[in-house]
């Protein structure tokens, strides 16, 4: 079986996935940030931007999961739809040019943030889009360019609309939202097993303090492991803006 394709392995959400992965696949990296490979890892140093290179790094793959991205959500459109939605249309044409016949996209639960509302709790995978910012609409384009793939090529196309990942537990309002570094390998794991088709789902831990639904996700055979409670204590007020996806007393 080829390598599992990580784009952005070198990146926050990369680094700690790739552990996780090794245990059942070997990797290709692919990220313009060269790193230090590990046992089973092989490099591909460039961006993916650049013609050609996507078809280069797919070949051969059996999955790709697709983590490089713009995550900034002050960004403006044009930034974001550069780094993330042209380079995911790119990295899925490359996939459909090599037949491969799995792929994870990275979602962001910020595709449904303006739902983090009361009034709106929990939320389900499976309401209509509500985007909260220039980086959430990029998103919810990603996952549809996931979805036109799937119909296309009749591969298996995951979306993990992921929570806080690889970010500390300093401020309250992100309990509800995080995913642990241990987490999120399993998430990515269980993507991968999926079957042919679309789909989305939310990516967060058990946390006590959760108001996304996960149920779907752990269809796909994930069991989070862990919870924020414990750094509630600790856990302090919001200290600078982020977006409308968190308003009120989670807005400074």
């Known amino acids: 079986m080829g390598p599992v394709v990580v784009t952005g392995g070198f990146g926050r959400v990369g680094r700690l996935v790739r552990p996780a992965l090794l245990e059942e696949y070997r990797l290709r990296i692919v990220d313009r940030v060269t790193g230090a490979a590990a046992p089973g890892e092989e490099v591909v140093a460039g961006d993916l931007a650049e013609p050609g290179l996507a078809e280069e790094a797919l070949a051969g793959a059996a999955a790709v999961v697709h983590l490089a991205a713009d995550p900034r959500t002050d960004a403006r459109w044009e930034e974001v739809y550069r780094a993330n939605v042209a380079l995911t249309r790119r990295v899925l044409d490359a996939a459909a040019t090599r037949a491969v016949p799995r792929v994870v996209l990275a979602s962001s639960v910020h595709v449904m943030g303006e739902y983090n509302r009361p009034e709106h709790r929990p939320v389900d995978p499976g309401w209509e889009p509500r ?83 996960i149920s779907s996700a752990m269809k796909l055979g994930y069991e989070p492991r862990d919870d924020s409670e414990p750094y509630a204590a600790a856990a302090g007020p919001p200290t600078v803006p982020i977006c409308r996806m968190f308003v009120g007393e989670d807005a400074p």
């Open 131 to 213: 985007p909260c910012c220039s980086y959430g609409l990029s998103k919810l384009v990603v996952e549809s360019l996931g979805r036109l793939h799937a119909e296309r090529t009749g591969a298996s196309v995951v979306c993990l609309r992921l929570g806080a990942t690889g970010y500390p537990l300093s401020e309250r309002r992100y309990l509800g939202v995080w995913l642990s570094d241990r987490d999120v390998g399993a998430l990515m794991l269980a993507a991968l097993r999926a079957g042919p088709g679309w789909s989305a789902h939310f990516g967060m831990s058990a946390n006590t303090r959760r108001h996304w639904d």
